[in-house]
């Protein structure tokens, strides 16, 4: 099936041929559902913290930076803007001329409001010779949105999300990969530097560095920092094969293999470079305007908080658990973990030895707190209890995808859920000797998803791989904490930034 041809590019792109084989297997087979326990609550695996809980939290945060560990904030920033202004291409290639929809005529009549109002008026004085309000006065509404769209204005429908004027200030608008760079420094320095990691698109990359050079040392100076910034982009090797609809390879016009992007899942293995104690992961648009950042940062201390204390307990175990530990403290150790991260319904059957086993497989594991909040109704995951492949409960964050909708009891659970994943994790990735975790040894496989797609009009498969805060952290010890709706602001389409937290 494969030509020697096809070994030559796979062999460049860092991918082995038995990945291939086993990719293309996974699309005859398919991914096996997810068995379900329940959707996490507040009554069992979601920790709600009280006002006292939160200050010896954010005491333990604090104590913790002090102590010299290195900190990093890891941002997914790859994502183009493109789906952003989805309803905006379709008011370019619409019949009509003047905003129709609900959604042109809001975009319209708050433009003045957008952060980057004198960018595409500036554009537009350019380009066409006329201010936005001249051009809007005399009806020409669809060259406004083509210089906020297109390379010869602002370029907004193919640049990444990272690199577009979200919030106005009045020292100039700021980009969401300022606002990350802000948030690294109230609550993510340790020894008095800030270090942020972007993973960025290989046609990105020179923009994003271009801007951070042009703006870290104004927020250096104006937060006390010192910035350590770095990149990293997708890894070849990550992406996937893409099959027809009788599962053979897909091929481009010209023979070749087709290869796509694995998904963040992808980033795994970018996450397992990072050299850091603990790493914050959230999503590139999900930033504030200064005058609101107060929740966020508070909530991203009680978390980082939540980690290092029981890091602390589970170091202080393990350690313990290299000698010869007495049956009560076995006990009290086994009741931590089941407490804590991990439900075992064969716990009770096993001998002292079985039981010191386990318990080192299960405490000796990368650690992660994900902030959950109330569920609004968003698309995405959740936080479920969710069986393991050795018959383990464990939380994890779940995609629709993984579920099977057939099955009315889960469907049930994750429509009523009462919590939403907003991606806003805080991981520990280093043992308790202080040596870093290989990381992709933690991911279930099994977990990949496979969706239907098209090019050049031809249908075709594509094989994602473990979603980064799904599958890819499966076997890591889980922790849900619930944080205020007010930290989750997401920007997915343009008019989201004119909701009052954007403003």
């Known amino acids: 099936m494969l030509s020697q041809q096809d070994l030559k590019q796979i062999a460049q792109k860092g991918i082995t041929e ?30 709600a913290t009280g006002k006292q809980d939160k200050q010896n939290y954010i005491k333990a945060w604090e104590k913790y930076k002090q102590e010299g560990h290195k900190i990093v904030k890891f941002v997914p920033a790859s994502g183009a803007a493109s789906r952003m202004f989805k309803d905006m291409f379709a008011f370019l290639d619409a019949d009509y001329q ?28 350019k380009n066409e010779g006329k201010s936005i309000k001249y051009l809007i ?30 919030h106005k200030y ?25 270090c942020v990691h972007f993973t960025v698109s290989h046609e990105h990359m020179e923009l994003f560095k271009k801007r951070v050079a042009a703006k870290a040392d104004g927020y250096a100076k104006k937060y006390n920092v010192k910035y350590d910034i770095s990149f990293s982009e997708q890894k070849p090797s990550t992406d996937t094969i893409a099959a027809n609809p009788d599962n053979t390879p897909f091929r481009n016009d010209d023979g070749s293999l087709l290869f796509r992007p694995g998904g963040h899942g992808a980033l795994i293995e970018n996450l397992n470079e990072i050299d850091a104690d603990v790493i914050f992961i959230k999503n590139i648009d999900n930033v504030v305007p200064d005058r609101i950042k107060a929740d966020t940062v508070e909530y991203k201390e009680v978390i980082a908080g939540v980690l290092v204390n029981l890091q602390k307990i589970a ?19 086994a009741k931590f973990v089941e407490t804590i991260f991990v439900e075992n319904p064969r716990m009770k059957s096993l001998s002292q030895a079985e039981l010191k086993e386990y318990l080192i497989k299960k405490l000796n594991r990368p650690m992660r707190v994900c902030g959950v909040v ?5 698309p995405g995951g959740g936080p479920f209890l969710t069986y393991n492949q050795d018959g383990t409960i464990s939380l994890q964050i779940l995609e629709s995808s993984q ?59 594509a094989l994602e791989l473990p979603g980064l805060w799904n599958g890819a952290m499966s076997d890591w010890n889980t922790v849900f904490v619930e944080v205020p709706l007010s930290t989750f602001n997401p920007v997915k389409t343009v008019n989201d930034l004119l909701r009052e937290q954007h403003q």
Do not use: W
């Open 170 to 194: 009045d020292d100039g608008a700021r980009t969401p990969m300022e606002e990350h760079l802000v948030e690294g420094a109230l609550y993510a320095t340790s020894n008095g530097e800030a």
């Open 315 to 333: 170091f202080g175990y393990l350690k313990e658990l290299e000698g010869d530990p007495s049956k009560e403290r076995m006990a009290e150790m």
């Open 403 to 461: 579920i099977d909708k057939n099955n009315k009891e889960y469907m049930e659970m994750f429509t009523k859920g009462t919590h939403f994943n907003p991606v806003d994790l805080v991981c520990a990735v280093k043992d308790y000797k202080g040596q870093p975790f290989n990381l992709p040894d933690f991911v279930d496989r099994t977990t990949g998803f496979i969706s239907s797609k098209s090019k050049n009009g031809k249908e075709l498969k």
């Open 137 to 166: 006065d005399e009806g020409n509404y669809k060259a406004v949105v083509a210089n906020m769209l297109f390379e010869k204005g602002l370029n907004y429908g193919q640049l990444p999300k990272g690199m577009l004027l979200f």
């Open 18 to 47: 038995e990945q291939i084989n086993v990719q293309l297997n996974e699309f005859k087979t398919g991914f096996p559902f997810l068995k379900l326990e329940a959707a996490a609550s507040i009554d069992r695996g979601i920790v």
């Open 98 to 125: 003047v905003p129709t929809t609900p959604f042109e005529q809001k975009f319209f009549e708050n433009i003045k409001k957008f952060a980057f109002y004198d960018e595409l008026d500036a554009a537009c004085r």
């Open 374 to 378: 109330q569920n609004v109704g968003e």
